[in-house]
């Protein structure tokens, strides 16, 4: 399958946003503008959002589990809403808007029938996520819209159905634009404390090779967490110029989250409270403990914490 046999149509950005703009209307979809707060630390640039459309969005990733009695059973995405179906994408992939949206607007692309959201991201997911972005840009643009990918409890996942995220990036950046090379693999960009594998992708390059590279920095951040703690969680975050991988040990700590949007400086909270945790954290040594710390996993630190459970 190629791009062109996804048959998107032309006007399916500006159809996007006028449905988005009708379901907020409505009361359907949980949406209110936020005002981004910018915080540089130690040269990484945090971009908070307080969103009060994450206060009711649900959690539910006991059903990345296939043992977890029927888990296709519990996912919305196996007869959604038709009033959020934006199209289906090829025949194994739906484009829907997102119930809990930050950014406007903002999609989920999930599979057609029940995948779970542990397994990585295959060749036709990756894809399914390269047409739609390229169409949600248009033609001569590059770089507008980003994915991202929480494969796992330990990543931020809140669905067991596996998908991916989809929505604007910042007009200020993100850490992994410093990668300079489509071939070796830069896992040392200044400021980011905890490991991170990075590629940049050439103008113009296919699905497949955006697949081959993915796969590459997957195996690096799966050998990152066996050689310090184990677990398979990781969070992908592609654009049109770079895919970055992150693997993760905890979704969050004493009340303070983030998934693969966090992870690269777009943090998103549902309040104040949840705000300020961060700062009593630390802002980059709380994303250290969420990943895998670049110095090495601290002498004596507890592995498995999840998310609820108070800092040590």
Same mark, same amino acid.
């Given at each position: 399958?190629?791009?062109?046999?996804?048959?998107?149509?032309?006007?399916?950005?500006?159809?996007?946003?006028?449905?988005?703009? $009708?379901?907020?209307?409505?009361?359907?979809?949980?949406?209110?503008?936020?005002?981004?707060?910018?915080?540089?630390?130690?040269?990484?640039?945090?971009?908070?959002?307080?969103?009060?459309?994450?206060?009711?969005?649900?959690?539910?990733?006991?059903?990345?589990?296939?043992?977890?009695?029927?888990?296709?059973?519990?996912?919305?995405?196996?007869?959604? *809403?038709?009033?959020?179906?934006?199209?289906? =994408?090829?025949?194994?992939?739906?484009?829907?808007?997102?119930?809990?949206?930050?950014?406007?607007?903002?999609?989920?692309?999930?599979?057609?029938?029940?995948?779970?959201?542990?397994?990585?991201?295959?060749?036709?997911? /990756?894809?399914?996520?390269?047409?739609?972005? $390229?169409?949600?840009?248009?033609?001569?643009?590059?770089?507008?819209?980003?994915?991202?990918?929480?494969?796992?409890?330990?990543?931020?996942?809140?669905?067991?159905?596996?998908?991916?995220?989809?929505?604007?990036?910042?007009?200020?950046?993100?850490?992994?634009?410093?990668?300079?090379?489509?071939?070796?693999?830069?896992?040392?960009?200044?400021? /980011?404390?905890?490991?991170?594998?990075?590629?940049?992708?050439?103008?113009? /390059?296919?699905?497949?090779?955006?697949?081959?590279?993915?796969?590459?920095?997957?195996?690096?951040?799966?050998?990152?967490?066996?050689?310090?703690?184990?677990?398979?969680?990781?969070?992908?975050?592609?654009?049109?110029?770079? =895919?970055?991988?992150?693997?993760?040990?905890?979704?969050?700590?004493?009340?303070?989250?983030?998934?693969?949007?966090?992870? /690269?400086?777009?943090?998103?909270?549902? *309040?104040?409270?949840?705000?300020?945790?961060?700062?009593?954290?630390?802002?980059?040594?709380?994303?250290?403990?969420?990943?895998?710390?670049?110095?090495? =996993?601290?002498?004596?630190? =507890?592995?498995?914490?999840?998310?609820?459970?108070?800092?040590?």
């Amino acid at each position: 399958m190629t791009l062109l046999a996804l048959a998107l149509a032309d006007d399916l950005a500006s159809r996007a946003l006028s449905m988005f703009d $009708a379901l907020v209307s409505q009361g359907r979809l949980h949406y209110a503008a936020t005002t981004p707060e910018t915080h540089r630390v130690n040269n990484f640039t945090f971009e908070f959002r307080i969103a009060t459309a994450l206060l009711t969005k649900p959690h539910s990733p006991s059903s990345t589990s296939s043992a977890a009695g029927r888990p296709e059973g519990r996912s919305p995405f196996l007869v959604p *809403d038709p009033a959020f179906v934006v199209t289906p =994408v090829g025949a194994a992939h739906v484009l829907e808007l997102n119930l809990h949206s930050v950014l406007r607007p903002s999609f989920v692309l999930h599979t057609r029938l029940f995948r779970p959201q542990t397994e990585d991201l295959g060749p036709a997911d /990756v894809r399914a996520v390269r047409a739609v972005m $390229a169409r949600l840009e248009g033609p001569g643009a590059r770089g507008a819209t980003m994915m991202i990918f929480n494969c796992g409890v330990a990543a931020g996942c809140s669905q067991g159905h596996k998908h991916v995220q989809i929505f604007a990036r910042p007009a200020g950046g993100l850490f992994p634009d410093a990668a300079a090379s489509a071939d070796e693999i830069e896992e040392r960009i200044d400021g /980011v404390p905890f490991k991170h594998y990075v590629l940049r992708l050439p103008r113009g /390059v296919s699905p497949e090779a955006v697949y081959e590279r993915l796969a590459r920095l997957v195996t690096a951040a799966r050998a990152a967490l066996a050689a310090c703690c184990g677990g398979e969680a990781l969070n992908v975050v592609l654009t049109d110029r770079w =895919v970055c991988v992150i693997p993760r040990r905890r979704a969050g700590s004493g009340g303070a989250a983030a998934n693969g949007a966090g992870m /690269v400086g777009m943090v998103w909270v549902k *309040d104040r409270a949840e705000r300020d945790r961060w700062g009593a954290f630390g802002y980059t040594e709380h994303l250290a403990y969420l990943g895998v710390p670049i110095g090495g =996993v601290p002498l004596g630190e =507890v592995e498995g914490e999840v998310e609820g459970e108070g800092r040590r």
